[in-house]
C-alpha cells in the first residue's frame, strides 16, 4: 500500500513539472479552499446575546431575521441573557447548525425495586420548519438492566432503541458502547421531533444491580461531545444535570422550503452575488447559500460576499509578481525574468538566453511524459496484481477452498452449487449502484442483478461475517442450494471474493406479502381464497423445510415482509440471513436470540433455545395480520391492542373474534372457516412451544379449509351464516370497520419490549 501511495504522489510531482516547464503566468487559484460565511448580523440589529453571536439569516426584532423559524428571543431575565429559538435554548452557532440545550431521560430506583424517578424527554423543532436534528448526533443509553425506546411518530414514522445489560461492573469497558453498560445507534435524515423513555428489562427493576447502578439514562446528543465512563457514570448523582450541560443537540437549517431551480424561478432566491446555492441533503426541502471560492462574507445580505485579496496573503504563493483578479490571483515574473512565479515552482530567474530555455523545457517536459507513461504503466499493473491478490485472500478467507473441495469431492451432488466472480457480480449490478438496490434490511442489503446469460437475480450483500463460523456457513450454503421447492426463493449461488460473502438468489419481482397487506390503495386480488392459498403455500415451504431437506432449516425470521409474491402471486419465502440449520440428532440449537418486532416467539427470547416451534410462533402472527389487516405492533395503540398476537388471542377468549377481522374476510369467508382458522392462530401463538403444532399439521389444515373454500356449494351455505352479519338493508354494520393507523410500525429496532398482562412479548431483538 505504501508503494502504491508513493506512485500516486510522483505522477502528482511529475504533472505539476510539466506544466510549470510550459508556463511563465500560472493561476494559483487552485490552492485557495472554499471560505466560509462571516457571522454577521443584518446592519442595525443586535448581533449578539450573552456569549451567543447571531448571524442571518436569523435576528433577533423585527425586519431582523429572513423568516418567522429565523426569530431569535434574548431573555435577559437571566444572567448572562439565555438565547432562545422558540423554546429551545440555543447555545452556539456553526456552519448550517446550531447548537441546542439537551434533554435528558432517566429513571432511578430505590434498593427494593420501586421507582424513585421517571422523567422522559421529548423536543421538537418544529414540524413545519426548515430545521431536523443532524445525523452527527448518537442517540444513547446507559444502564445495565434496561432498554429505551427512540421515537418519532408525527413527523418520520420512526422507531428505534437500544438495550443495554450487564450484572456485575467488571463487565464493564469505559469508552466502549456496544451493549454492555452502554447502547448507541444512530438516527434518520430529515428528524424533527422524538420521544424517548427508559424501562427495566427485567422484572427485579435493577434490585440486582443496584449497589452499583441505581439510574439509568437516555438521550440524543452530538457524538463527539459525549465519552462512556463507565461505573462512574453509573454512580454519578449529577449525570443527568451533567449531561445536559456538556452534550449538546446539533440541528441542521437550510432556507426556504423550495430547491434552487424553484426557489430562483419563483424569483425568491435568497443568494446574493458572488454565492452559489447548494440544495437541502438534510432530509428536510431547502437550500443553502455558501460564497464561491476567493470570496468572503454575508451570503443572505447584499451586497452578498465580497473578493478576497489574495496577494495582501503574506502566505500566497507567489515568488514574483502577485496579481489579484476577481475571486482568484495569478503569479508571473517582472520583466527580463523568466519561469513560473511559484514558490513551490521554478520561481523566477534573470532571462540570459531564450533559445537555451525553450529546448531546456521541451527536453524536460519530453522525458517528464516518457517517465509518466512508464509509471502510470506500473501502477496499473501492481494495481491489477494487488487486486488479484486480495480477491484470492478473501476467497480463502471465505471458506472458498472448503467449498471447492466440497463440489469436487460431490458430496450430496452439490455440483449446482455456482460460485460467482467478483467482477461477474459487479457487472450485474452496474458496479452496486444505487438505483439497483431493491431492499435493506437487518442483515444486508439486497440488489438487483442481471447476470450475463440475461438472468435476472437478487444479490445480497451482508453487512459483517463471523470469520469463526465459516464452515458453518459454507456447510449452509450447500445444504440452501440444494432447497427446491416452489414457495422458497432459491439460492443459486454465492461470491466469496470480497470482504464479506454475497448470495444470488432467483429474483422476485412483486413485492412482499407485507406491502400487499398494508400498502396504500385496494389490493383487489388479496381475496379470502387468495388469503388462504397464501398462507397454505408459506406454511407448505416452512414445512418443507423444517421436515423435507437433508437437514432441518429453521428460518428464524418468519414475517410478511419475507414472504414475495412472484408476476402470478405465488408465495416464495425468502430472506434466509437469520436460519439456522438443526443437527439431525438434536430437536432445538442454543443462539443469541435474534429476530424482528412483534414476531418473535416469546420462550425462545426467554430460554435462547430455537425450535422449529419459534417458526410456528412467528407464522400464526402471520396469519393474524392476514385476517385482521392490522401490523404486529401498534405504538399509538392502546395497551391492550398494540401486539397484535396478544390483542387476537383476547378477542377469541372474549368472542370479539369478528369485531377485529378485515371486512372483506368477514364478507367472503364462512362462519365455520373464521372459527376454524382463528383457532389455528391460537394454537400457533401458544406460549409455550409444546402447545403449539407443527408447520406440516398448520400447512395440511390450511390445506383442508382451502378444499372446502373451493366446493361448489360452500359460498351459498357462507352467504347464509354471514347474513347475521348484515344489518336489514343488506349493508356492513361499522361493527367491523377497522382503520389501520399510518403511524403503525414494524420497523427493525435496536431493542424494546411491549408488556402484557404479565406475560414479556418481544418487540424486536437487536441483531
Known amino acids: 500500500m505504501n508503494f502504491t501511495r508513493n506512485i500516486d504522489l510522483l505522477l502528482f510531482l511529475i504533472m505539476l513539472a510539466i506544466t510549470h516547464s510550459t508556463s511563465q503566468s500560472t493561476t494559483a487559484g487552485d490552492v485557495i479552499t472554499i471560505t466560509k460565511a462571516v457571522n454577521v448580523a443584518k446592519p442595525g440589529c443586535q448581533s449578539q446575546c450573552g456569549n451567543v453571536t447571531i448571524p442571518y439569516p436569523f435576528g433577533i426584532g423585527p425586519g431582523c431575521f429572513l423568516g418567522e423559524w429565523f426569530e431569535i428571543t434574548c431573555n435577559t431575565s437571566f444572567n448572562p441573557p439565555r438565547t432562545q429559538i422558540g423554546r429551545l435554548q440555543l447555545l452556539e452557532f456553526t456552519d448550517y447548525t446550531f447548537r441546542l440545550a439537551n434533554r435528558v431521560a432517566s429513571q432511578c430506583y430505590d434498593p427494593f425495586g420501586n421507582i424513585t424517578e421517571d422523567n422522559p424527554a421529548r423536543t421538537s423543532v418544529g414540524e413545519a420548519s426548515p430545521f431536523s436534528f443532524s445525523q452527527k448526533n448518537q442517540f444513547t443509553l446507559i444502564?445495565?438492566?434496561?432498554?429505551?425506546?427512540?421515537?418519532?411518530?408525527?413527523?418520520?414514522?420512526?422507531?428505534?432503541?437500544?438495550?443495554?445489560?450487564?450484572?456485575?461492573?467488571?463487565?464493564?469497558?469505559?469508552?466502549?458502547?456496544?451493549?454492555?453498560?452502554?447502547?448507541?445507534?444512530?438516527?434518520?435524515?430529515?428528524?424533527?421531533?422524538?420521544?424517548?423513555?427508559?424501562?427495566?428489562?427485567?422484572?427485579?427493576?435493577?434490585?440486582?444491580?443496584?449497589?452499583?447502578?441505581?439510574?439509568?439514562?437516555?438521550?440524543?446528543?452530538?457524538?463527539?461531545?459525549?465519552?462512556?465512563?463507565g461505573v462512574s457514570d453509573f454512580m454519578d448523582p449529577n449525570f443527568r444535570n451533567r449531561t445536559m450541560a456538556s452534550v449538546p443537540m446539533l440541528v441542521d437549517w437550510v432556507v426556504g422550503n423550495l430547491s434552487c431551480s424553484e426557489a430562483r424561478s419563483a424569483g425568491v432566491l435568497a443568494c446574493q452575488a458572488n454565492s452559489e446555492c447548494v440544495d437541502s441533503d438534510t432530509g428536510v426541502p431547502g437550500y443553502r447559500c455558501i460564497c464561491n471560492n476567493g470570496y468572503q462574507g454575508q451570503p443572505y445580505l447584499e451586497p452578498g460576499c465580497q473578493d478576497i485579496n489574495e496577494c495582501e496573503d503574506p502566505n500566497n504563493l507567489c515568488d514574483g509578481v502577485c496579481t489579484n483578479t476577481p475571486g482568484n490571483y495569478t503569479c508571473s515574473c517582472q520583466d527580463g525574468y523568466v519561469g513560473d512565479g511559484l514558490k513551490r515552482g521554478r520561481g523566477c530567474t534573470k532571462k540570459n538566453s531564450e533559445f537555451p530555455v525553450i529546448k531546456f523545457s521541451l527536453g524536460m517536459g519530453f522525458g517528464f511524459l516518457a517517465i509518466l507513461i512508464g509509471i502510470t504503466w506500473l501502477y496499473f499493473v501492481f494495481k491489477k496484481r494487488n487486486l488479484v491478490k486480495l480477491r484470492q485472500k478473501f476467497f480463502q478467507q471465505n471458506g472458498g477452498l472448503l467449498l471447492k473441495q466440497r463440489i469436487t469431492n460431490n458430496e450430496g451432488n452439490v455440483?449446482?452449487?455456482?460460485?460467482?466472480?467478483?467482477l461477474e457480480l459487479e457487472k450485474a449490478t452496474n458496479n452496486y449502484a444505487e438505483d439497483r438496490i431493491l431492499g435493506r434490511g437487518g442483515y444486508g442489503i439486497v440488489y438487483k442483478g442481471i447476470l450475463t446469460d440475461h438472468r435476472v437475480v437478487a444479490i445480497k450483500k451482508s453487512r459483517v461475517v463471523d470469520e469463526t463460523q465459516i464452515e458453518l456457513f459454507i456447510n449452509e450454503v450447500i445444504i440452501l442450494t440444494k432447497v427446491n421447492h416452489r414457495n422458497v426463493v432459491k439460492l443459486l449461488g454465492c461470491c466469496l471474493e470480497t470482504e464479506v460473502p454475497l448470495l444470488v438468489y432467483e429474483y422476485v419481482s412483486n413485492g412482499t406479502l407485507f406491502n400487499h397487506i398494508h400498502g396504500k390503495g385496494t389490493m383487489t386480488w388479496l381475496s379470502w381464497e387468495n388469503r388462504l392459498r397464501v398462507a397454505a403455500e408459506a406454511a407448505g415451504a416452512l414445512s418443507y423445510l423444517h421436515s423435507a431437506t437433508s437437514n432441518p432449516v429453521i428460518h428464524r425470521d418468519v414475517k410478511s415482509a419475507n414472504i414475495l409474491l412472484d408476476d402470478n402471486y405465488i408465495t416464495k419465502m425468502a430472506d434466509f440471513g437469520a436460519s439456522r440449520l438443526v443437527p439431525l440428532d438434536q430437536t432445538q440449537v442454543t443462539t443469541l436470540v435474534q429476530g424482528t418486532l412483534g414476531y418473535l416467539d416469546p420462550e425462545y427470547?426467554?430460554?435462547?433455545?430455537?425450535?422449529?416451534?419459534?417458526?410456528?410462533?412467528?407464522?400464526?402472527?402471520?396469519?393474524?395480520?392476514?385476517?385482521?389487516g392490522k401490523k404486529p405492533l401498534c405504538m399509538e395503540q392502546t395497551e391492550e391492542e398494540r401486539n397484535l398476537a396478544s390483542y387476537f388471542i383476547m378477542s377469541l377468549k372474549e368472542d370479539h373474534l369478528f369485531q377485529i377481522l378485515e371486512p372483506r374476510v368477514v364478507r367472503e369467508g364462512t362462519l365455520e372457516q373464521l372459527q376454524q382458522i382463528g383457532e389455528l392462530v391460537k394454537r400457533c401463538l401458544s406460549l409455550t412451544a409444546d402447545e403449539r403444532p407443527t408447520m406440516k399439521e398448520v400447512a395440511n389444515y390450511l390445506e383442508g379449509l382451502r378444499k372446502f373454500t373451493q366446493h361448489p356449494w360452500v359460498s351459498r351455505h357462507g352467504d347464509e351464516e354471514n347474513a347475521n352479519l348484515?344489518?336489514?338493508?343488506?349493508?356492513e354494520t361499522d361493527l367491523y370497520e377497522e382503520s389501520i393507523n399510518p403511524y403503525s410500525s414494524t420497523d427493525e429496532i435496536s431493542s424494546g419490549f411491549t408488556n402484557n398482562s404479565g406475560l414479556m412479548y418481544p418487540s424486536n431483538i437487536l441483531r
Not at 216 to 229: A, D, H, I, M, P
Not at 726 to 731: R, V
Open 143 to 229: 444502564g445495565c438492566d434496561d432498554f429505551a425506546l427512540f421515537l418519532d411518530p408525527v413527523i418520520a414514522n420512526f422507531t428505534s432503541g437500544c438495550i443495554a445489560l450487564c450484572s456485575k461492573p467488571e463487565e464493564v469497558v469505559n469508552g466502549s458502547c456496544s451493549g454492555v453498560g452502554c447502547c448507541q445507534t444512530s438516527i434518520p435524515k430529515g428528524l424533527k421531533y422524538y420521544y424517548t423513555s427508559v424501562d427495566s428489562m427485567t422484572n427485579s427493576n435493577h434490585t440486582k444491580i443496584w449497589s452499583f447502578d441505581p439510574c439509568t439514562y437516555s438521550f440524543l446528543g452530538e457524538k463527539e461531545r459525549f465519552t462512556f465512563n
Open 415 to 422: 455440483d449446482s452449487t455456482k460460485v460467482f466472480t467478483a
Open 605 to 628: 427470547f426467554h430460554t435462547s433455545q430455537l425450535t422449529e416451534k419459534s417458526d410456528v410462533y412467528s407464522f400464526g402472527v402471520v396469519l393474524a395480520e392476514l385476517l385482521t
Open 726 to 731: 348484515l344489518n336489514a338493508e343488506g349493508q
